[in-house]
């Protein structure tokens, strides 16, 4: 069985561009949540999804947002980035809302230059 | 305010012996209580994992105490080997959503 898988593994922007993360949870796998990993912060999260709603937000400006779709696939979007976005943006998956164990791809390396 | 709390920061075990990261958390309504390891590069992997109606958990060399008075709990990495060099991230999600709060980590490093 597939993992989680995240598309692309890397980028590289520009300060004040836009960018748009995929992930494609495991098969059978509704719920999705997306996750910033930085060495200063650690890990955080950022949104959760379910059945194309999305049931909890992390502490963010409102530059990150995501989506889902009928297929459970996510994508989590950065308007105007900023250098402090450059992160490790990682996506988890588990089979409904509220459900453990979740599952981790090996995200999105996104550095801002 | 911290949800968890993870130490050591770091920790250098020679091969063969005992590696014990702990952590504390303040929420009562947690109800899980996972483990992850990740390598440079990847993302974390669930290790082991523990339900607060029991106190200890093995799985291989993998064992999680659980002191649920004390508001703690702990892994415990047996015969530890240089491929278990990574770091490790305690974890608990908000009751009834798939929120993780993710301890600090703690960067192991098994000598040969």
């Known amino acids: 069985k597939a993992g989680v898988t995240q598309t692309p593994r890397y980028l590289i922007k520009t300060r004040g561009q836009q960018v748009t993360l995929s992930c494609s949870p495991i098969?059978?796998?509704?719920?999705v949540s997306w996750y910033q990993q930085t060495p200063g912060q650690g890990l955080q999260f950022l949104f959760e999804y379910f059945s194309e709603t999305q049931r909890n937000k992390g502490n963010f400006p409102g530059r990150f947002s995501g989506r889902q779709f009928s297929n459970s696939r996510s994508e989590m979007n950065v308007s105007t980035l900023e250098l402090g976005d450059s992160a490790l943006y990682l996506c988890?998956?588990?089979?409904?809302?509220?459900?453990?164990?979740?599952?981790f791809g090996d995200g999105t390396r996104l550095s801002i230059l | 305010q911290q949800q968890v709390k993870q130490s050591p920061q770091s920790l250098i075990v020679q091969k063969g012996g005992i590696s014990i990261i702990n952590c504390a958390y303040e929420n009562t309504a947690f109800d899980y209580f996972p483990w992850y390891q990740q390598f440079p590069g990847k993302g974390p992997a669930l290790l082991i994992a523990?339900?607060?109606?029991?106190s200890e958990k093995k799985e291989g060399r993998f064992t999680i105490s659980f002191n649920k008075s004390a508001k703690q709990f702990s892994l415990h990495i047996m015969d530890s080997q240089p491929g278990d060099s990574a770091t490790y991230f305690c974890?608990?999600?908000?009751?009834?959503?798939?929120?993780?709060?993710f301890g600090s980590g703690t960067k192991l490093n098994v000598k040969p």
């Open positions: 098969s059978g796998h509704r719920s």
């Open positions: 988890a998956s588990s089979l409904v809302a509220g459900s453990q164990p979740q599952h």
């Open positions: 523990i339900r607060p109606d029991v």
């Open positions: 974890a608990a999600p908000q009751y009834n959503f798939n929120k993780f709060y």
